[in-house]
């Protein structure tokens, strides 16, 4: 088993960047397929049309999200947690994936830059431009 960990810092308010992990319209928006999620212990979830799913364990707005995770035919999960630090002029995102199967690591480790993290940077920064000019 391997652990991943990244760090992202996102331009834009707080709000937007926890609804970009929480809401699944806005998940949609940056996904790659139907997302289900709700922001709550407990809840079921599942992303890119139910090729990751898990449970949310912990959940604390604007703070921390812990998930367990299951992608393929994985009998463990492994655990994912995001935490949010306000920083001068940005969000600081803290990403700790841990129990990630060894073969499946280096996918996962690209994917969260291309596919997750990534794409919600792009997205939370492209609006918070928008917001500016408009």
Not at 57 to 66: A, C, G, L, Q, Y
Request: hydrophobic share 35%; proline share 4%.
């Amino acid at each position: 088993m391997r652990t991943v960990t990244k760090t992202y810092h996102i331009h834009g308010p707080v709000d937007a960047v926890w609804d970009a992990f929480v809401n699944p319209k806005t998940i949609d928006r940056w996904g790659g397929g139907h997302a289900v999620m709700e922001e709550a212990v407990g809840k079921k979830f599942s992303l890119w049309g139910g090729d990751i799913r898990g449970t949310n364990t912990e959940v604390v707005p604007h703070k921390k999200i812990v998930q367990d995770w299951y992608s393929g035919n994985w009998t463990e999960p492994s655990v994912v947690t995001f935490t949010f630090t306000q920083e001068k002029d940005a969000i600081r995102v803290d990403l700790l994936h841990e129990n990630v199967p060894d073969g499946y690591a280096d996918d996962i480790e690209k994917g969260w830059q291309e596919y997750y993290l990534g794409p919600i940077k792009q997205l939370v920064e492209q609006e918070a431009k928008n917001t500016k000019r408009g």
